[in-house]
């Protein structure tokens, strides 16, 4: 099963996103802003990351970089 986490600060969004994705049999963590997003990907090992730019605390280019740094999802 594959494990993707979610990541936008707009809930209904994310909501909708992880329905469907579980719906379709994926595993789906979700997260708010960008610190919880890095927080979840040092501690889990996700298949697909969906990440939105625009995002408080830290946007999301600055999370991609900061993940990318210890992983190659």
């Known amino acids: 099963m594959y494990h993707i986490l979610?990541?936008?600060d707009e809930k209904l969004l994310?909501?909708?996103v992880k329905?469907?994705?579980?719906?379709?049999?994926y595993q789906v963590d979700t997260a708010y802003d960008g610190e919880a997003a890095l927080e979840l990907a040092k501690n889990n090992q996700y298949d697909l990351i969906i990440l939105d730019l625009?995002?408080?605390?830290?946007?999301?280019?600055?999370?991609c970089m900061t993940i990318r740094a210890f992983s190659s999802v």
């Open 19 to 25: 329905f469907n994705l579980e719906h379709e049999g």
């Open 54 to 63: 625009m995002m408080p605390k830290m946007d999301g280019l600055e999370v």
């Open 14 to 16: 994310v909501k909708g």
């Open 6 to 8: 979610v990541v936008d």
